[in-house]
């Protein structure tokens, strides 16, 4: 009996890839490559039902077609990648790498992992009350111990400088790293016999190519970014270089973006009136003599975003960026010919328009009985406005525009003086406790959005300052304010917040978890 076909074991593949991003086509493109290249092909897809998009696991095992001749019979191939015994791994974003390491496909002995670094973020990371984003390096490195091999960047850069898939961008890594016994020129060939966008994605395919022969030490910058000219204001680049002079450690990145995040949303000024407000900060952290400057990082992060808050001008801004109508027509694949249409549900509260009115206008509307009450009755249903429709894109464009006027209204005296007291209460702090004002700057974080998730998050804020005093009596306030600011998070309502209040209250004097003393509400 021959048993020439199972001595040599094929050449198995997984890609592992969300709605959209072409894991088909990849899939395809290996297994037109494989046929032309004197190989039997067989590909199978289970598709998943992802948070995101819908992640789907393509499997394609190669095998010689001349060790089938010789043996006289057709090899048996698997439908599905088996844990510990797959050659490449092919993921079209680091999650979807990670999870191949935890399902098995990826292993020491034997796997060759390609990944683009990028991320799509799943649900239950964007709807967490606080960041709840996997940590990137973390993943990064759980994907670095468990492959024999790792070829990982930042694909979709190159795909959207190149104008093509993200697929593209794979088949070139893969070509480049030598994992498959055909030359560039027979992947570039099965590219053009697939017929579908050839030049857009043979770009891609030789810029994945290009970075995969490049190696770690030169990862890839996308085309795009080289050349481009600078085109801020002389004032946000002189405050910008300003910061990036007068700012060090972990403090630096952050007030940056801070600046280009506060210049977008009002103006220069605005950006300076933050750099203003964290000079007490810089002076505490040049008298500790730290180098890292956390509590500076922490009170800059806090604070840009608490000056950034969301209100209905903000928000009408955002609606109709040019940006944003080319990332929706991008995620629903619009081609030529086709009619793009986007309907915006609004449902602003008496509370909402007030904040957005003249400061003592807008207090007189919370006062009035009647004014409040007929516009709670206009507001109840919510409006559907077509941004894309002249009517609707107008009625968001008028609002966005009353930007100037935005230092005048209600919601920005509101939360100027609401932030100018937690200010106080971080450098008060910091005098006597540093780890402490590190908690109560991280503490701001609860506040955020509008409507009733901003109100939630202001309650919960002010209960825990309400608490500071009692803290600060035990022994070990700075781990306590942490435990009670990650219950603060754990839901909307603040039930578990409420909860880890009443456990902190009844504990005994004597509990490790409190030191000396109890606190008293």
């Known amino acids: ?12 593949i997984a890609i592992v890839a969300l709605g959209g991003e072409g894991g088909g086509v990849l899939a395809d493109w290996i297994v037109d490559l494989a046929q032309h290249g004197g190989y039997l092909a067989q590909a199978t897809s289970v598709p998943g039902v992802a948070q995101r998009t819908g992640a789907t696991v393509y499997y394609v095992e190669l095998f010689p077609r001349s060790a089938a001749l010789a ?24 999650m979807e790498a990670a999870r191949a390491v935890e399902r098995g496909f990826v292993t020491p002995d034997r796997t060759l992992l390609i990944a683009s670094t990028h991320r799509v973020f799943a649900m239950t990371e964007k709807i967490a009350l606080a960041d709840g984003r996997a940590d990137a390096a ?29 697929s593209a961008v794979l088949l070139g890594t893969l070509a480049g790293s030598g994992a498959l016994p055909f030359q560039r020129m027979a992947f570039e060939a099965a590219i053009r016999r697939g017929q579908v966008g050839v030049n857009s994605s043979l770009a891609a395919f030789g810029a994945g ?29 002189d405050l910008l270089h300003d910061a990036e002079d007068g700012f060090a450690g972990e403090a630096r990145p952050i007030v940056v973006a801070g600046i280009e995040r506060l210049n977008d949303y009002q103006d220069i000024a605005y950006a300076k009136d933050f750099i203003a407000r964290l000079a007490r900060f810089q002076e505490i952290e040049r008298q500790r003599g730290d180098s890292e400057q956390a509590l500076l990082a922490e ?3 806090q ?47 008496t509370q909402e328009i007030a904040d957005t009115l003249p400061a003592a206008l807008g207090r007189w509307l919370m006062r009035s009985g009647w004014a409040r009450g007929l516009l709670d009755r206009l507001t109840r249903k919510g409006r559907i406005l077509k941004t894309t429709s002249l009517s609707g894109f107008l009625q968001l464009y008028l609002l966005s525009r009353l930007k100037p006027l935005r230092r005048r209204s209600l919601r920005f005296v509101t939360e100027q003086a609401a932030l100018a007291a937690w200010l106080d209460l971080v450098a008060e702090t910091a005098r006597t406790d540093y780890e402490l004002a590190l908690r109560v700057a991280r503490m701001r974080s609860l506040v955020k959005g509008y409507g009733d998730t901003h109100e939630r998050g202001r309650a919960k804020f ?60």
């Open 71 to 94: 043996a006289g019979r057709e090899p048996v191939l698997a439908l599905m990648p088996v844990p510990g015994d797959v050659d490449v791994v092919l993921a079209s974003e680091l």
């Open 138 to 166: 973390a993943l990064l490195a759980a994907c670095r111990d468990a492959a024999r091999r790792l070829v990982a960047f930042d694909m979709a850069a190159l795909a959207d400088a190149t104008g093509s898939a993200l």
């Open 209 to 237: 190519f290009e970075a995969a022969q490049a190696g770690p030490a030169a990862p890839p910058a996308a085309a795009t970014i080289d050349g481009t000219k600078d085109d801020k204001p002389h004032a946000a680049r």
């Open 462 to 521: 002010d209960k825990l300052v309400a608490l500071l005093p009692g803290l600060r009596s035990l022994g070990n306030p700075g781990p306590l304010l942490e435990g009670l600011i990650k219950a603060a998070l754990a839901d909307e309502d603040g039930k578990i917040l409420d909860k880890a209040i009443a456990e902190l209250m009844s504990a005994p004097a004597t509990s490790p978890a409190l030191g000396a003393g109890r606190l008293v509400s």
């Open 303 to 349: 604070l840009a975003l608490g000056m950034a808050y969301e209100d209905t001008i903000r928000v009408a801004d955002l609606k109709i960026r040019s940006s944003r109508f080319a990332r929706v027509r991008d995620e629903v694949q619009v081609e030529d010919g086709q009619i793009l249409e986007i309907a915006e549900f609004f449902h602003p509260r």
């Open 1 to 12: 009996m021959d048993t020439h076909v199972t001595t040599i074991r094929p050449i198995t």
């Open 299 to 301: 009170t800059a992060r």
